[in-house]
Antibody, heavy 115, light 108 residues
Framework: QVQLVQSGTEVKKPGASVKVSCKAS????????MHWVRQAPGQRLEWMGW????????KYSQRFQGRVTITRDTSATTAYMELSSLTSEDTAVYYC????????WGQGTLVTVSS | EILLTQSPATLSLSPGERATLSCRVS??????LAWYQQKPGQAPRLLLY???NRATGIPARFSGSGSGTNFTLTISSLEPEDFAVYYC??????????FGGGTKVEIK
């Protein structure tokens, strides 16, 4: 079936970087956009950016511009989101999402930033 | 930047009652609006897209209406599994997405 499986929980120190992976299966990876969305504890969902897996085009939220990099490996049908210069405010669950109408979501990856 | 405001923040209702959730958008987005349901510890689940189209497997008790700047999600008769947080999301300036602040539907 169509699914997105994300990498596991991460604990990072302030100033570090984190790279989260999202492996797609059950559909043609290059056919649908891949979005990254995060949710801090008790907060709303927040869009971080997007990649076109077919040609590698990206677009990022201005809020994360310069700190986030989204890439993909088509042979591995996997997308990646790397966030740098982490602070405690980056503690959140990070989701990848895809599909014709953004109906397929990964299970989420908890990233905790703490000294 | 397109802003989405959801109301009310919390809706306290009993099973079997009708729920009406509102999403107001800061500028016209035609019908480029989706609704998601999220339960604790789970990823969001797409309910509706293009304002009123139900996603695959979504029960008919969920319906959406509106266009431009005002949108509504209606749950005709609440089932126990419907108590959750609901988010609207605009897709007008795709691929950028923006979410509302959410409405929590809780058991009265």
């Amino acid at each position: 079936q169509v699914q997105l499986v994300q990498s596991g929980t991460e604990v990072k120190k302030p100033g570090a970087s984190v790279k989260v992976s999202c492996k797609a299966s059950g559909y043609t990876f290059t056919s649908h956009a891949m979005h990254w969305v995060r949710q801090a504890p008790g907060q709303r969902l927040e869009w971080m950016g997007w990649i076109n897996p077919g040609n590698g085009d990206t677009k990022y939220s201005q809020r994360f511009q310069g700190r986030v990099t989204i890439t993909r490996d088509t042979s591995a049908t996997t997308a990646y989101m790397e966030l740098s210069s982490l602070t405690s405010e980056d503690t959140a669950v990070y989701y990848c999402a895809s599909g014709v109408v953004v109906e397929v979501w990964g299970q989420g990856t908890l990233v905790t930033v703490s000294s | 930047e397109i802003l989405l405001t959801q109301s009310p923040a919390t809706l306290s209702l009993s099973p079997g009652e009708r729920a009406t959730l509102s999403c107001r958008v800061s500028q016209s987005i035609s019908s480029s609006l989706a609704w998601y349901q999220q339960k604790p510890g789970q990823a969001p689940r797409l309910l509706l897209y293009h304002a009123s189209n139900r996603a695959t497997g979504i029960p008919a008790r969920f319906s959406g209406s509106g266009s431009g700047t005002n949108f509504t999600l209606t749950i005709s008769s609440l089932e126990p599994e419907d108590f959750a947080v609901y988010y609207c999301q605009q897709r007008s300036n795709w691929p950028s997405l923006t979410f509302g602040g959410g409405t929590k539907v809780e058991i009265k």
